[in-house]
């Protein structure tokens, strides 16, 4: 792994522990790590072997019990000093970690310390909470425009990991200044027969109209992109931490999805296949060119 990504890590590391009792969202890790959501978690957890938000559990839960040690401190008040939702939450993530219960660990703590050493060497499973069976697809086709789009191309990035690995994570603030935007940023996966030649097939870019004659930033390129037609998938909302099961789920609809029941095919070289960033809230969207039959 590159220095700079340690170093990245660490920021974040050095985040959690100063705001263990306050709400972190995945999008202020990334701010400290000066990296995107996406790449930053993927570096958090090849570094600690862990997701950024079941380390961000571990750490707490952690010095709960050390809190816990203390015959003065409520369970429920150590709870919520953690930004446990309830006094059951608390119990069943500290049952689970520490084999049992805060009252349980409170009664046999200086046994606990004894062996803690031995217990915190179990890497933790995922449980059923981490499965990727995607519940609910929100699928439509829409026209696209003939229009323009604004890139920034790599020379050989066949997704968006290794895309940051050759060009970097900055691009998005870029694409958004763009005021003539007619979407928001995409991660474009561009057909050959509409990239320059020498570059890869994953870019990042936006959208504008085909009359644009804004000033294209530099090390960016203007191409054209004809009118099609794009068959867009959305997911169901996840926790931003959840963000790759998100993706892989929404990928395995579409590996499956079959467009001529619904009398189109699948037009590759219509336009680039577009990812939107994974926002929690709004579910994964992704979408690919299609034309009818």
Request: hydrophobic content about 35%; proline content about 6%.
């Amino acid at each position: 792994m590159r220095e700079e990504h340690k170093e990245a890590v660490q920021r974040m590391l050095e985040f959690i522990d100063e705001h263990l009792s306050k709400p972190i969202t995945l999008h202020q890790l990334a701010q400290a790590a000066q990296y995107s959501p996406w790449h930053s978690a993927r570096m958090f957890k090849e570094t600690t072997g862990m997701a950024p938000f079941t380390y961000l559990r571990h750490r707490r839960l952690s010095e709960a019990a050390r809190r816990l040690e203390k015959p003065e401190q409520k369970v429920v008040d150590v709870a919520f000093d953690f930004v446990f939702d309830s006094h059951e939450g608390f119990t069943r993530a500290f049952s689970k970690q520490f084999g049992m219960n805060p009252n349980e660990f409170r009664q046999h703590w200086n046994e606990f310390v004894t062996n803690r050493a031995a217990r915190r060497t179990t890497t933790p499973k995922q449980d059923s909470e981490g499965e990727t069976t995607m519940k609910t697809v929100f699928v439509q086709v829409v026209d696209r425009p003939e229009r323009k789009a604004v890139v920034k191309s790599s020379q050989k990035a066949t997704d968006y990991f290794s895309y940051c690995e050759e060009v970097g994570c900055d691009v998005w603030e870029v694409l958004s200044s763009i005021k003539e935007a007619l979407y928001e940023p995409v991660g474009m996966w561009m057909p050959e027969n509409l990239r320059r030649i020498g570059t890869g097939e994953y870019m990042q870019g936006v959208e504008v109209p085909k009359d644009f004659a804004g000033i294209v930033p530099k090390g960016y390129d203007l191409i054209d992109l004809p009118a099609c037609q794009m068959m867009i998938f959305q997911g169901p909302p996840f926790e931003d931490e959840d963000f790759e099961e998100a993706i892989a789920g929404l990928w395995d609809v579409m590996k499956r999805y079959d467009p001529t029941f619904y009398g189109f095919t699948w037009a590759d070289e219509d336009g680039p296949r577009f990812q939107m960033e994974p926002l929690g809230y709004r579910g994964y969207i992704e979408a690919r060119p299609c034309k009818r039959v």
